[in-house]
Protein backbone atom coordinates (compact mmCIF):
# COMPACT_ATOMS: atom_id res chain seq x y z
CA UNK A 1 0.00 0.00 0.00
CA UNK A 2 0.66 3.66 -0.54
CA UNK A 3 2.29 5.56 2.32
CA UNK A 4 0.21 7.81 4.01
CA UNK A 5 2.09 11.54 3.33
CA UNK A 6 0.61 12.99 6.68
CA UNK A 7 2.34 10.26 8.58
CA UNK A 8 5.47 10.17 6.35
CA UNK A 9 6.03 13.92 6.73
CA UNK A 10 5.22 14.57 10.26
CA UNK A 11 8.16 16.35 11.82
CA UNK A 12 9.43 14.09 14.29
CA UNK A 13 11.47 16.47 16.32
CA UNK A 14 10.29 19.97 18.28
CA UNK A 15 12.76 21.62 16.16
CA UNK A 16 11.18 20.63 12.86
CA UNK A 17 7.62 21.75 13.71
CA UNK A 18 6.68 25.04 11.05
CA UNK A 19 5.43 28.16 13.12
CA UNK A 20 4.32 27.66 16.28
CA UNK A 21 8.10 29.00 17.49
CA UNK A 22 6.66 30.08 21.22
CA UNK A 23 4.91 26.94 21.84
CA UNK A 24 8.23 24.81 20.34
CA UNK A 25 10.42 26.90 22.32
CA UNK A 26 8.64 25.91 25.99
CA UNK A 27 7.48 22.46 24.65
CA UNK A 28 11.40 21.90 24.25
CA UNK A 29 12.00 23.25 27.55
CA UNK A 30 9.70 21.05 28.87
CA UNK A 31 11.59 18.04 27.12
CA UNK A 32 15.04 19.42 28.62
CA UNK A 33 13.83 19.55 31.89
CA UNK A 34 11.96 16.61 31.79
CA UNK A 35 9.09 18.07 33.44
CA UNK A 36 5.79 19.48 32.31
CA UNK A 37 2.46 20.87 33.62
CA UNK A 38 -1.18 19.29 32.76
CA UNK A 39 -1.65 21.52 28.92
CA UNK A 40 -3.91 22.62 26.95
CA UNK A 41 -3.31 22.55 22.88
CA UNK A 42 -6.64 24.96 21.41
CA UNK A 43 -6.45 25.27 17.75
CA UNK A 44 -7.47 24.66 14.29
CA UNK A 45 -7.09 21.16 12.89
CA UNK A 46 -4.38 20.45 11.06
CA UNK A 47 -2.16 23.21 12.72
CA UNK A 48 0.48 21.14 14.83
CA UNK A 49 -1.56 20.40 18.05
CA UNK A 50 -0.63 16.10 17.19
CA UNK A 51 2.84 16.46 16.19
CA UNK A 52 3.68 18.57 18.99
CA UNK A 53 2.78 16.14 21.90
CA UNK A 54 4.16 12.97 19.85
CA UNK A 55 7.37 15.31 19.42
CA UNK A 56 7.53 16.48 22.80
CA UNK A 57 7.12 12.60 23.51
CA UNK A 58 10.11 11.61 21.56
CA UNK A 59 12.08 14.50 23.09
CA UNK A 60 11.22 13.08 26.41
CA UNK A 61 10.93 9.38 26.36
CA UNK A 62 12.85 8.63 23.20
CA UNK A 63 12.31 5.52 20.93
CA UNK A 64 10.49 4.36 23.30
CA UNK A 65 7.77 7.10 23.61
CA UNK A 66 5.06 4.69 22.51
CA UNK A 67 5.04 3.01 25.76
CA UNK A 68 5.13 6.61 27.64
CA UNK A 69 1.89 8.29 25.82
CA UNK A 70 -1.13 6.92 24.89
CA UNK A 71 -3.60 8.64 22.52
CA UNK A 72 -7.02 9.02 23.18
CA UNK A 73 -10.15 10.55 21.41
CA UNK A 74 -12.46 12.06 23.02
CA UNK A 75 -15.17 11.83 20.70
CA UNK A 76 -14.82 8.13 20.41
CA UNK A 77 -18.65 6.55 19.58
CA UNK A 78 -17.41 3.67 22.38
CA UNK A 79 -18.50 6.98 25.16
CA UNK A 80 -16.35 8.62 27.97
CA UNK A 81 -16.64 5.27 30.15
CA UNK A 82 -14.10 3.79 28.32
CA UNK A 83 -11.68 6.72 27.75
CA UNK A 84 -11.66 6.73 31.32
CA UNK A 85 -11.65 3.22 31.60
CA UNK A 86 -7.96 3.36 29.37
CA UNK A 87 -7.03 6.40 31.17
CA UNK A 88 -7.08 4.92 34.67
CA UNK A 89 -5.36 1.06 33.41
CA UNK A 90 -2.98 3.59 31.85
CA UNK A 91 -2.30 5.65 34.85
CA UNK A 92 -1.85 3.05 37.28
CA UNK A 93 0.95 1.12 35.29
CA UNK A 94 4.29 2.18 36.78
CA UNK A 95 6.15 3.98 34.27
CA UNK A 96 9.28 2.66 32.65
CA UNK A 97 12.20 4.61 31.86
CA UNK A 98 13.73 8.36 32.46
CA UNK A 99 10.71 10.10 33.07
CA UNK A 100 8.31 9.47 36.00
CA UNK A 101 4.97 10.53 34.66
CA UNK A 102 3.30 9.44 31.51
CA UNK A 103 1.17 11.11 28.90
CA UNK A 104 -2.48 10.69 28.01
CA UNK A 105 -3.32 12.79 25.14
CA UNK A 106 -6.89 13.57 24.93
CA UNK A 107 -8.21 14.47 21.23
CA UNK A 108 -10.96 16.31 20.49
CA UNK A 109 -11.59 17.60 24.28
CA UNK A 110 -14.26 20.09 23.51
CA UNK A 111 -16.39 17.08 22.59
CA UNK A 112 -17.33 16.33 26.08
CA UNK A 113 -20.24 17.77 28.04
CA UNK A 114 -19.70 19.75 30.83
CA UNK A 115 -20.57 16.56 33.00
CA UNK A 116 -17.82 14.30 31.12
CA UNK A 117 -15.46 17.20 31.59
CA UNK A 118 -15.89 17.56 35.60
CA UNK A 119 -15.51 13.67 35.64
CA UNK A 120 -12.12 14.07 33.11
CA UNK A 121 -11.15 16.99 35.94
CA UNK A 122 -11.50 14.51 38.81
CA UNK A 123 -9.53 11.77 37.08
CA UNK A 124 -6.82 14.55 36.27
CA UNK A 125 -6.30 15.13 39.55
CA UNK A 126 -6.08 11.63 41.00
CA UNK A 127 -3.67 10.26 38.93
CA UNK A 128 -1.49 14.02 38.46
CA UNK A 129 1.42 11.70 40.26
CA UNK A 130 2.09 9.86 37.49
CA UNK A 131 0.33 11.24 34.54
CA UNK A 132 0.44 14.36 32.88
CA UNK A 133 -2.39 14.88 30.57
CA UNK A 134 -2.43 17.11 27.18
CA UNK A 135 -6.22 18.04 26.01
CA UNK A 136 -6.43 18.78 22.53
CA UNK A 137 -9.72 21.40 21.00
CA UNK A 138 -10.08 23.36 18.49
CA UNK A 139 -12.12 26.23 21.16
CA UNK A 140 -10.54 26.71 24.36
CA UNK A 141 -14.00 28.21 25.29
CA UNK A 142 -15.66 24.92 25.62
CA UNK A 143 -13.36 23.86 27.87
CA UNK A 144 -14.70 24.09 31.67
CA UNK A 145 -13.15 27.05 33.75
CA UNK A 146 -11.26 24.49 36.39
CA UNK A 147 -9.53 22.37 33.79
CA UNK A 148 -8.25 25.73 32.33
CA UNK A 149 -6.88 26.38 34.97
CA UNK A 150 -5.02 23.76 36.01
CA UNK A 151 -3.53 23.41 32.58
CA UNK A 152 -1.03 25.70 31.16
CA UNK A 153 -2.59 26.68 27.45
CA UNK A 154 -1.66 26.80 24.10
CA UNK A 155 -2.82 28.20 21.28
CA UNK A 156 -1.88 26.98 17.68
CA UNK A 157 -2.05 29.18 15.03
CA UNK A 158 -3.66 28.51 11.59
CA UNK A 159 -0.67 28.11 9.35
CA UNK A 160 0.22 31.08 6.60
CA UNK A 161 0.14 30.80 3.25
CA UNK A 162 3.88 30.40 2.38
CA UNK A 163 4.37 27.73 5.26
CA UNK A 164 1.99 25.62 3.65
CA UNK A 165 3.52 26.27 0.52
CA UNK A 166 6.85 25.40 1.72
CA UNK A 167 5.80 22.38 3.77
CA UNK A 168 4.11 20.90 0.19
CA UNK A 169 7.33 21.52 -1.84
CA UNK A 170 9.16 19.55 0.54
CA UNK A 171 6.86 16.76 -0.02
CA UNK A 172 6.66 17.13 -4.05
CA UNK A 173 10.63 16.99 -3.70
CA UNK A 174 10.43 13.76 -1.82
CA UNK A 175 7.94 12.25 -3.52
CA UNK A 176 9.83 13.20 -6.88
CA UNK A 177 6.10 14.38 -8.27
CA UNK A 178 5.56 17.79 -10.27
CA UNK A 179 3.53 20.40 -9.01
CA UNK A 180 3.16 24.07 -10.79
CA UNK A 181 2.70 26.93 -9.30
CA UNK A 182 -0.65 27.31 -9.83
CA UNK A 183 -1.25 23.65 -8.63
CA UNK A 184 0.22 24.91 -5.33
CA UNK A 185 -1.94 28.07 -4.94
CA UNK A 186 -4.97 25.76 -5.64
CA UNK A 187 -4.15 23.88 -2.61
CA UNK A 188 -3.13 26.16 -0.31
CA UNK A 189 -6.68 28.21 -1.13
CA UNK A 190 -8.70 24.70 -0.54
CA UNK A 191 -6.99 23.66 2.53
CA UNK A 192 -6.78 27.28 4.26
CA UNK A 193 -4.07 26.72 6.76
CA UNK A 194 -4.82 23.08 7.48
CA UNK A 195 -1.49 20.98 6.71
CA UNK A 196 -3.52 18.18 6.76
CA UNK A 197 -5.85 19.12 4.57
CA UNK A 198 -3.41 20.15 2.85
CA UNK A 199 -1.13 17.50 2.35
CA UNK A 200 -4.04 14.85 1.51
CA UNK A 201 -5.05 17.24 -1.61
CA UNK A 202 -1.76 17.01 -3.06
CA UNK A 203 -1.62 12.84 -2.24
CA UNK A 204 -5.16 12.66 -4.33
CA UNK A 205 -4.14 14.84 -6.90
CA UNK A 206 -0.70 13.24 -7.57
CA UNK A 207 -2.71 10.09 -7.71
CA UNK A 208 -4.53 10.70 -10.97
CA UNK A 209 -0.73 10.27 -12.48
CA UNK A 210 -0.54 13.54 -14.21
CA UNK A 211 1.16 16.57 -13.84
CA UNK A 212 -0.36 18.50 -10.52
CA UNK A 213 -1.67 21.39 -12.00
CA UNK A 214 -4.85 23.71 -10.71
CA UNK A 215 -7.04 21.19 -13.26
CA UNK A 216 -5.32 18.07 -11.16
CA UNK A 217 -6.39 19.76 -8.01
CA UNK A 218 -9.92 20.67 -8.16
CA UNK A 219 -10.65 17.90 -10.69
CA UNK A 220 -9.62 15.22 -8.17
CA UNK A 221 -11.21 17.15 -5.09
CA UNK A 222 -14.75 17.20 -6.47
CA UNK A 223 -14.26 21.20 -6.52
CA UNK A 224 -15.02 23.53 -8.63
CA UNK A 225 -12.60 25.18 -10.51
CA UNK A 226 -12.70 29.15 -9.93
CA UNK A 227 -12.52 30.17 -13.35
CA UNK A 228 -15.95 27.79 -13.34
CA UNK A 229 -17.56 29.77 -10.60
CA UNK A 230 -16.50 33.08 -12.02
CA UNK A 231 -18.12 32.26 -15.16
CA UNK A 232 -21.10 31.88 -14.13
CA UNK A 233 -21.58 34.68 -11.36
CA UNK A 234 -20.53 37.43 -13.87
CA UNK A 235 -23.02 35.77 -16.70
CA UNK A 236 -25.74 36.56 -13.62
CA UNK A 237 -24.24 39.97 -12.88
CA UNK A 238 -24.34 40.91 -16.65
CA UNK A 239 -28.47 40.15 -16.15
CA UNK A 240 -27.93 37.16 -18.21
CA UNK A 241 -29.81 35.06 -15.59
CA UNK A 242 -31.60 32.00 -17.61
CA UNK A 243 -28.40 31.93 -18.58
CA UNK A 244 -26.87 31.88 -15.31
CA UNK A 245 -28.95 29.19 -13.90
CA UNK A 246 -28.67 26.40 -16.97
CA UNK A 247 -24.71 26.84 -16.33
CA UNK A 248 -25.69 26.28 -12.35
CA UNK A 249 -27.19 23.13 -13.78
CA UNK A 250 -24.75 21.81 -15.54
CA UNK A 251 -22.02 22.74 -12.34
CA UNK A 252 -23.96 20.38 -10.34
CA UNK A 253 -24.84 17.57 -12.52
CA UNK A 254 -21.26 17.53 -13.81
CA UNK A 255 -19.54 17.61 -10.44
CA UNK A 256 -22.20 16.41 -8.19
CA UNK A 257 -21.54 19.05 -5.46
CA UNK A 258 -23.68 19.78 -2.84
CA UNK A 259 -25.82 23.04 -2.60
CA UNK A 260 -22.83 24.10 0.34
CA UNK A 261 -19.83 23.11 -1.47
CA UNK A 262 -21.19 25.48 -4.54
CA UNK A 263 -21.72 28.14 -1.89
CA UNK A 264 -18.53 28.37 -0.72
CA UNK A 265 -17.00 28.04 -4.05
CA UNK A 266 -19.00 31.65 -4.86
CA UNK A 267 -18.28 32.92 -1.29
CA UNK A 268 -14.62 32.58 -2.70
CA UNK A 269 -14.83 34.28 -5.87
CA UNK A 270 -16.59 37.10 -4.88
CA UNK A 271 -13.57 38.90 -4.04
CA UNK A 272 -12.22 38.97 -7.46
CA UNK A 273 -15.26 39.57 -9.53
CA UNK A 274 -15.17 43.17 -11.02
CA UNK A 275 -17.37 44.87 -8.73
CA UNK A 276 -16.73 48.14 -6.64
CA UNK A 277 -16.35 47.24 -2.57
CA UNK A 278 -19.93 48.14 -2.06
CA UNK A 279 -21.68 45.69 -4.33
CA UNK A 280 -19.03 42.96 -2.57
CA UNK A 281 -20.29 43.54 0.85
CA UNK A 282 -24.01 43.00 -0.40
CA UNK A 283 -23.09 39.87 -1.65
CA UNK A 284 -21.58 38.59 0.30
CA UNK A 285 -23.90 39.16 3.25
CA UNK A 286 -26.22 37.86 0.96
CA UNK A 287 -23.58 34.60 0.41
CA UNK A 288 -24.11 34.28 4.46
CA UNK A 289 -27.29 34.24 4.54
CA UNK A 290 -28.08 32.06 1.68
CA UNK A 291 -25.21 29.85 3.71
CA UNK A 292 -27.29 30.03 7.09
CA UNK A 293 -30.62 29.14 5.07
CA UNK A 294 -29.27 25.68 3.38
CA UNK A 295 -27.88 24.37 6.91
CA UNK A 296 -30.72 24.99 8.58
CA UNK A 297 -32.55 22.69 5.80
CA UNK A 298 -34.04 25.63 3.26
CA UNK A 299 -34.03 23.62 -0.54
CA UNK A 300 -30.36 23.89 -1.51
CA UNK A 301 -32.02 24.53 -5.30
CA UNK A 302 -34.55 27.46 -4.45
CA UNK A 303 -31.63 29.16 -2.64
CA UNK A 304 -29.09 28.62 -4.93
CA UNK A 305 -31.50 30.33 -7.47
CA UNK A 306 -32.01 33.43 -5.32
CA UNK A 307 -29.00 34.07 -4.73
CA UNK A 308 -28.08 34.07 -8.48
CA UNK A 309 -31.18 36.15 -8.97
CA UNK A 310 -29.54 38.77 -6.41
CA UNK A 311 -25.93 38.45 -8.83
CA UNK A 312 -28.48 39.56 -11.58
CA UNK A 313 -29.89 42.70 -9.40
CA UNK A 314 -26.48 43.86 -7.76
CA UNK A 315 -25.59 43.61 -11.88
CA UNK A 316 -28.17 45.30 -13.01
CA UNK A 317 -27.64 48.20 -10.38
CA UNK A 318 -24.56 48.73 -11.47
CA UNK A 319 -25.37 49.47 -15.51
N1 LIG B 1 3.10 23.29 12.57
C1 LIG B 1 3.31 22.20 11.80
N2 LIG B 1 4.56 21.90 11.38
C2 LIG B 1 4.77 20.82 10.59
N3 LIG B 1 3.82 19.99 10.17
C3 LIG B 1 2.55 20.25 10.55
C4 LIG B 1 2.24 21.35 11.38
N4 LIG B 1 0.91 21.36 11.60
C5 LIG B 1 0.42 20.32 10.93
N5 LIG B 1 1.40 19.63 10.29
C6 LIG B 1 1.24 18.44 9.43
O1 LIG B 1 -0.14 18.25 9.19
C7 LIG B 1 -0.56 16.94 9.54
C8 LIG B 1 -1.55 17.01 10.68
O2 LIG B 1 -0.93 17.61 11.81
P1 LIG B 1 -1.49 17.38 13.28
O3 LIG B 1 -0.42 17.75 14.24
O4 LIG B 1 -2.02 15.99 13.40
O5 LIG B 1 -2.68 18.44 13.32
P2 LIG B 1 -3.72 18.75 14.49
O6 LIG B 1 -3.43 20.17 14.92
O7 LIG B 1 -5.06 18.63 13.84
O8 LIG B 1 -3.49 17.76 15.59
C9 LIG B 1 0.72 16.16 9.84
O9 LIG B 1 1.08 15.49 8.68
C10 LIG B 1 1.75 17.21 10.15
O10 LIG B 1 2.97 16.82 9.61
MG1 LIG C 1 -4.77 16.11 16.08
Redesign the pocket.
Known amino acids: MQDV???K???RRLS?????RSIVERLSAYAKTRSMPHML?A???????????IALARGLYGEGWRDNLIELNASDERGIDIVRGKIKDFARAASFGVSDFKIIFL?EADSLTSDAQAALRRTMERYTQTCRFIL?CNYSSKIIEPIQSRCAVFR?RP?GEP?VKS?LKRIAAGEHIDVTEEGFDAICELAGG???K??NIMQVASSLGRKVDQDTVFESTDNIRPSEIQDLLTTALNGNFTAARSKLDDLIARHGLSGEDIVSGIHRAVFDLPVGEDSKVRLVDRVGEVEFRMVSGASERIQLEALLAHFAHEGKKLK
Do not use: N
Open positions: WVEYRPDVIGQFGPAGSGKTTCADSFLEYDLRAT
